[in-house]
């Protein structure tokens, strides 16, 4: 077993905010005594449960404290997520079904077990505290906090200043998450860096209830493949772990070179020496950028599926793609006539909305057998070749079979 | 029984805000129609147990919905007092414990009845629906409102805009308040002016949970003996309903000229023209605002004792007070020596905090035997005679017994 202070060294990496250090060595400190596995929470919305790169950055540092003998709980966030939007102003969020968070939560189970060590981890569900919580422990809670606190939430304080509605739950949701912490009596808490507010409440809260406070660790976020916004699903952005191999690839070639420093180091996939000797050479020209991406997609591919298939993938992309020509293998979908152009493209997951179908289509970036598709706010097709092959810009394909 | 117009006008008098005449007028021709009296809520504090002439501006309110053959409810906010402050940062609101809440509202009701008629009230406990309510109900309460409504009400608005802290269960106490009129289905909620808020907070929420919206009614607020501030018992400005008939004369005594009129038109003591005659003779001289004063105070008394009782505090008053005499009869209070002057100035309730009587006596306003005790930080009486008269400015008078 490592000593405190090479453990502390170890998770400090890559990390953004860590408050505080000192803290953390000293549960460190007590954990190697006592051999008592601190507490490391995360949590996590079951009505999201598609886990992308972005969510990885955070497994890995969960994946270091597991190596080094902690325990970490992930926190199904099911008493918000079987609520819903409470404003009844949004159908984005319906509520969801004891049945669907459950499943929801098995998936999320199965996918994250790809980076975790599924014996150092624990699935708790915080309904199991929330929904026997009396409102008069609520009122309790609520009585530690100043709503100028609240204020101070950067996305709370920019809605407040232009107009936006921040409605009442949500501060009660951001004391639920603090809760949360007390339940559990954790020893830290960690996520994204934009959570951070968040998890100052639940150390203050953790405080307040004569507990000692958590640790916050927040990890950097990575840009999607737009290489602007975080990576997100709803974006349309992301690159899921469950993406096939060839689909994954893709999607890493996808992205602007200037994040793929960000890629290397968020996913230990090269060391803050070899990232900056990589820079150093794409810079003065010794090395392509594309050949840099091609190394990061296959490293990504090798880790998430398996180096065989890695290869394999790097081929076909190479293939098609440095060649102009059409993969060998493509995916392939069953269909009948009429097909109604933008709720299939959708369907299939070729685009991520139809308002984005249709302005690709608008701009002649759909096509059929590599004639672009003409524009109509509703387009039908009605006649089709079997086999043909239904292409979104360049790398999208999905070759049509009719039933 | 009276029209459903001919009772909208007698509700409408001294009324400050009605939300809406149109909804109440629907309201009332329904009652007219199935004979169903309406239900008024009115919001009582059972930490605030003791009832002075500025609550009696809304119980003259209740009593005219009595007399129209209505009904009224009190609601006693049990829950949050129960509660206390959630902050622990506040030593005046210790949590009231279910004994002391029920003593307190047998206190508020044997008082309220000297205005209300028992046959036609009812009282009932808000922890009755609010214990019960869950988290999950309190998140969707919650999210019908938005940060930016709460904020609008006008002293949270300033607290916000001073950087005085608002705790976050300030605003779950308003989303009670107003669950309290779900809870009730009222009719109509009604309160002192600084309530319109809170009520329209109600008003919104019945609508968004399918009920018909209950009308909001706010009575003026009526100055305290200082003619400035809102009459308050925390204040030290108020006249208790409780108080004896000579004690409770002598407040009214002290009430600046300029609030008279508001005394005489909110109790129902004159109508407007009487009070505006009123006005025009004491401005013109032909009527010495100290004879109206006289005559007020004896109204009051008449009202709230009896007729003989107010003649004789009148007698006694002017006997003191017009003469420059010392009453015949007044109260006496065991001592012994040395005697610690503030404290006891407050203990026997001469005066109603320390920092007043430091200030009063800085003043040379307090006298014993005639004579005007000199100002020290911590004042300590060492000698005394037996039966010698304590006095706090010309009013207030206390005869000390050596024990």
Known sequence: MLSAREQLEIIKSNVVDLVTPEDLLLKLERSVQTGKPLVIKYGADPSRPDIHLGHVVCL???????????????????????????TGRSQVRPPLSREEVEENARTYHEQVTKVLDPEKMRVVYNSHWLEPLSLKDLVKIAGKFTVAQMLEREDFQNRYQNGIPIYLHEFLYALMVAYDSVALNCDVEMGGQDQLFNFLVGRDLMREMGQEPQVCLTMPILEGTDGVQKMSK????????????????????????????HYFLYLNLATPQEVKSIEERMASGSLNPRDVKLDLATRIVSWLHSPGKAKKARQEFEKVFSRGGMPEEM??????????????????????????????????GIYLDNVPLPYSERPIISTLEDGAILRVGKKRFIRLRLT
């Not at 979908?333 to 608008?362: C, I, Q, W």
Request: glycine residues 8%; charged residues 25%.
């Open 234 to 261: 709803s974006l349309g952005n992301d690159i899921p772990i469950t993406d096939p191999p060839q689909e994954m690839f893709g999607r890493v070639m996808s992205i602007p070179d200037n994040v793929m420093s």
């Open 60 to 86: 890995l540092k969960m994946r270091q404290f597991q190596d080094l003998g902690h325990e970490v709980v992930f926190v199904i966030g099911d008493f918000t997520a079987r609520i819903g939007d409470p």
């Open 331 to 364: 995916p392939e979908k069953n269909v009948s006539l009429p097909l109604d152009l933008l709720t299939f493209l959708v369907d299939v997951g070729l685009v991520p909305t139809k308002s984005e179908a249709r302005r690709l289509l608008k701009q002649g």
